[in-house]
């Protein structure tokens, strides 16, 4: 499906899953326009989404900075423990980020000036949910909402978390939008098979569930991160809820792919930064920049040669 106006194919950009290895996705977004690559279409999931929204919404330029901004200690500020046992994350806290640098809650997909899409999961039937229309704060929340760090999102009487679950790169959103020429961006292609390199304190046994959890969760988020030198150390509770996705993701990934293939595929080198890791956002964002310079050429070949 061409651009009408100008005969020329519609070129679509879709935003894989990867917690703090998302903000990758600025750099490449950032080099893809430098270099005269117009997106007319962008599609997300998980921290993809967020991007996507952001970028969708003109307001990626502000998230940006704001992420170059970010310390360890601001970052464990969003980590928080809830009453329910329902999530880690801190989601007043969220909430207010959301409103500043993505949309505000009355924004809505069909004002963007670009066609959007962002992929959920029904926790009950584990069908896919696409959001093409409606509030964008909504549609974020419930593409980010990874079991066991957010609570599921409730929208019209379903349960829904994180898209990552059934698509973490969302090629076939891209596609059914209208794109001509997809470029995928997964994040977890180099991550599986990495070595544990976070530690959490012991908690002494005696204390009570709910407060050895909480204590986890405390010394997780100030530490953020400690190296751990000692290898016969079991992995600490967020450590091994990120393996776990990321070994799911991968291998959902690989068989969405090789179903419906991107016409170029872009998977930067991430795996040395860690599951919450968002204050690395200068390594991310420039590995993203260097991903679509290593293959520009492919990138001039098929939108110039399409």
């Known amino acids: ?16 899953s990867g917690s703090s290895r998302g903000w990758s996705h600025i750099g490449v977004i950032e080099t893809l326009a430098l270099q005269g690559r117009v997106t007319d279409i962008v599609c997300g999931c998980s921290v993809g989404s967020l991007v996507a929204a952001s970028y969708a919404n003109g307001v990626m ?9 970010l310390t360890k200690r601001e970052t464990a500020k969003y980590i928080k423990l809830n009453s329910s046992l329902n999530g880690f994350v801190n989601t007043e806290r969220l909430h207010t980020f959301l409103n500043d640098y993505v949309a505000s809650d009355q924004e809505m997909i069909e004002t963007l000036p670009r066609p959007f ?8 039937t584990g069908r896919e949910i696409w959001f093409t229309s409606g509030p964008l704060i909504e549609a974020v929340w419930a593409s980010i909402s990874m079991p066991g760090l957010f609570p599921a ?20 959103l891209c596609r059914a939008l209208g794109a001509d020429i997809v470029i995928a961006v997964n ?3 180099d991550i599986v098979g990495k070595h544990f390199a976070k530690e959490l304190k012991p908690v002494a046994p005696n204390e009570g569930v709910v407060n050895r959890i909480r204590e986890a969760v405390r010394e997780y988020s100030g530490n953020l991160f400690a190296n751990n030198s000692d290898k016969d150390t079991p ?19 690989r068989n969405r792919i090789a179903g419906d293939p991107p016409d170029i595929l872009l998977a930067p080198r991430l795996m040395q930064i860690g599951f919450l890791e968002f204050f690395r956002a200068e390594e991310a964002i420039e590995e993203g920049r260097q ?5 520009l050429d492919e990138i001039r070949c098929v939108i110039g040669c399409e």
């Open 117 to 124: 899409g962002a992929v959920s999961t029904d926790l009950e």
């Open 291 to 295: 991903c679509v310079m290593r293959h």
């Open 1 to 16: 499906m061409s651009d009408g106006n100008s005969g020329r194919l519609k070129v679509g950009l879709a935003l894989g």
């Open 235 to 253: 992995p600490g509770l967020l450590d091994a809820i990120a393996s776990s996705v990321h070994i799911l993701q991968d291998r959902i990934t």
């Open 153 to 172: 999102i409730r929208n019209e009487n379903r349960w829904l978390v994180d898209g990552g679950l059934v698509n973490p790169v969302p090629v076939t």
């Open 61 to 69: 330029t502000q998230l940006e900075k704001w992420a170059l901004s």
């Open 187 to 189: 994040l977890n292609g």
